[in-house]
């Protein structure tokens, strides 16, 4: 956060706890917060920026349900504090590098660029610039958990890589019941920052796992990054431990990880057994590994990177669970806890194919994630759960932006995907494999949905934006804590 950032920030300080005393004067008076939700769910499609968002409507022939009219959307800011752990040369480790600020101006310069990197030409001044101040998904899920901006890579810390502590926490605090799920390993970047661990180096899988794993946080977590199977869901004849180290797996399988506290963690990586718990009994706490290695499905074979195959034509792996069905199970454990829940559902492998600029893979991603989306909303429509739209804040958007553009986007800056109708592949372009800084967008609907509409904004051209810090400190509210940006 720049100096500058810092001081106008003070006035929506004092406003925020203007709020937080009037809704525990009104508790205290007996008259409910109505703006409070009693259960919050946030939706992560990983990589999701505004292209990937029309290639998976491009692709169904009709919107998707979360831009309907009952939501609102939003659009939010990316960039990271600063590129590494280490501070930027001149600038303190918890201030801003104004070099990685958005900036329309220098985001949508069409001056011809002649220069390259990674493979991927630049065309313009603006693709050169957008993928040389993008984010991660270490510091932009740090944003959105936490309200502190910091480095690339980072999980939880700040830019002085000291631990902060995330808004799952606090709703576990407040009596909450937290769950997390993805299509990634559990210990990737955006899961472990929604399940409140802290470390300075998003690749310290295991110990992020053993944060996750012994903590008091989380009632669920569910995911993919099993050691003992592959990317297609066969057995592995020696286990790999990437993302849980062997000590913790096999505490795991016993039921008596080390330092966990109470009640146990219940172990189950038995797809039918996880669609069972959709329904009926369930668990204390629920640790789900889904028997494959890395993604439910996005890596399992063929796996070619660039490949521009059409959803579908590949079969996917039988025996894995769905994003969906691992989001259903979950909920069916968070909604016993009568004092509401706090529930984090990534897309993680939307980015995955898209690192592999995989189209084909990258919209069954999207229809997997899209599908969790409609299954949840169904759910709170129907109301018969303990928890409807009347109690339920929902968001819905994504980490970071990939810069996918239309088939002649390296001649015509910023064309759009081209639609060849549904069910056909958009004609579209890759301009890299890694990230940009382009904003995403944001839909929410719910209980103290209209409060993001109190956010401050700036202008970015045709829209007005916020950075993501503001869902943080927004969240920390919402669950009636303060953060640690707002503490003072």
Not at 270 to 294: C, K, Q, S
Not at 448 to 465: N, Y
Request: overall charge negative.
């Amino acid at each position: 956060m720049s100096r500058s950032a810092s001081l106008s920030r003070k006035p929506q300080r004092a406003v925020a706890a203007l709020l937080l005393l009037a809704a525990c004067a009104a508790v205290a008076c007996g008259q409910p917060d109505q703006s409070q939700p009693k259960n919050i769910i946030v939706f992560i499609a990983d990589g999701c920026g505004e292209s990937t968002q029309r290639a998976l409507e491009l692709w169904r022939g009709e919107p998707m349900i979360y831009q309907g009219p009952a939501w609102t959307r939003f659009d939010a800011t990316t960039y990271p504090l600063r590129p590494g752990p280490r501070p930027s040369r001149g600038v303190p480790p918890l201030e801003q590098d104004q070099r990685f600020v958005y900036d329309y101006a220098l985001a949508t310069d069409t001056t011809p660029d002649e220069g390259s990197s990674l493979g991927y030409p630049f065309h313009f001044r603006s693709y050169r610039w957008l993928r040389a101040t993008a984010s991660d998904s270490a510091n932009t899920a740090t944003s959105i958990f936490t309200g502190v901006s910091t480095y690339r890579g980072a999980i939880n810390v700040d830019g002085g890589q000291q631990p902060i502590p995330a808004v799952s926490k606090a709703a576990s605090e407040r009596g909450k019941a937290v769950g997390i799920v993805t299509s990634v390993p559990v210990s990737h970047a955006t899961p472990a920052c929604a399940a409140g661990a802290s470390v300075p180096n998003r690749e310290m899988y295991h110990d992020i796992t053993h944060q996750m794993l012994t903590g008091t946080v989380c009632t669920v977590i569910a995911g993919a990054g099993h050691p003992e199977y592959d990317d297609n869901a066969k057995r592995r004849e020696t286990p790999k431990y990437t993302y849980i180290s062997e000590g913790d797996w096999n505490a795991l399988k016993a039921g008596s990880v080390a330092g966990a506290t109470s009640p146990a963690w219940t172990l189950v990586d038995d797809t039918e057994r996880v669609r069972a718990l959709a329904e009926g009994d369930t668990p204390e706490r629920l640790f789900i590994l889904a028997p494959v290695a890395h993604t439910l499905q996005q890596m399992r074979t063929p796996h070619v990177r660039g490949d521009s195959t059409p959803p579908g034509v590949h079969p996917l792996t039988p025996g894995v669970p769905t994003l969906r069905e691992l989001t259903l199970a979950a909920l069916n454990v968070l909604d016993n806890d009568p004092d509401g829940f706090f529930l984090m559902v990534e897309g993680g492998a939307v980015d995955w194919a898209m690192h592999d600029t995989e189209i084909g893979r990258m919209i069954e991603e999207m229809t997997d994630f899209h599908s969790t989306v409609e299954a949840v909303c169904e759910l709170l429509d129907a109301g018969d759960r303990g928890f409807d739209w009347s109690n339920t804040l929902v968001i819905v958007t994504a980490d970071h932006d990939h810069l996918l553009l239309g088939p002649e986007s390296d001649t015509v800056a910023f064309q759009p995907l081209e639609d060849r109708g549904p069910g056909v592949v958009p004609g579209h372009l890759w301009h890299a494999d890694t990230h940009s800084n382009l904003p995403v967008p944001l839909f929410v609907r719910g209980v103290g949905a209209e409060r993001f509409g109190d956010i401050p904004t700036t202008p970015a051209g045709p829209k007005r934006v916020f950075h993501q810090t503001a869902i943080g400190e927004l969240l920390f509210r919402l669950v009636g804590a303060p953060n640690a940006a707002t503490r003072e």
